[in-house]
């Protein structure tokens, strides 16, 4: 694109390539000015004083920065062709936008911004109270595993004592039994004991009475029970 219209793109974008390479060359030049300054100012103390040795340090010092003047002021030459061709020009076809349609393009990326800005910080405000949803009910969670935990071992303990208190149970069920059986030995051996002993008296009164009458005798067993000591049995066996 020619000069003339790559001024006029420059301008409308309020940009000018030229002052902005005139400063970067100028900053250079007050950059080495300042090194050569510092070099003479620095001089003295390294040489000690004399002014012959001090003219003579300021002629080498004036040569080398003429020297090194001429090399910097060619590459920087070199440096700015290089920026106006390539990095400062304007590609051939470009069209400068109508101001208002720039404008109305230029609001509507603004707005469309903002938009975006206050999506992402409603996602950011969702994702902040999902976060707090999510530790609320792992929270829960915790909870609800500690008390089914608690309710295990507490069943656990219940169904462990009625068991004991079951087998305790059968345990004492058992050892009425057997003192009720033993009583009741106890009972019938003595009825029986009884019961001989009234035989044996009878035995001897019969034994008269047949050997005078001439009539047999006919064997007893001996053994009788009562009414309650049967039923005593039965309620007994019942319960067990």
Known sequence: MEGSESEAVFDAYNLNPQRFLNEVLNAVDDMVDGAFDFCLHQAPQITGPGADRSEELARGVSSLRHLTQAVLDKRMSMWEKYCLRHCFS???????PKTKEYSISVLQE?????????????LREKLAAAGKESQALHREINLLE????????YNASVAEVQQLFKEHSVHLMFQELVESASKLHQKVAAELKSKRLGDMKQDGVCKKH??????????????????????????ILKNT
């Open 90 to 96: 304007i590609p051939d076809g470009f069209v400068l």
């Open 210 to 235: 047949c050997l005078s009458s001439g009539k047999q005798m006919v064997p007893d067993t001996g053994i009788s029970s009562s009414l309650e000591d049967i039923q005593e049995i039965v309620s």
């Open 146 to 153: 500690m008390q089914s935990t608690a309710d295990n071992k």
């Open 110 to 122: 603004v707005l469309s911004d903002q938009e975006l800005d206050s999506h992402l910080d409603s």
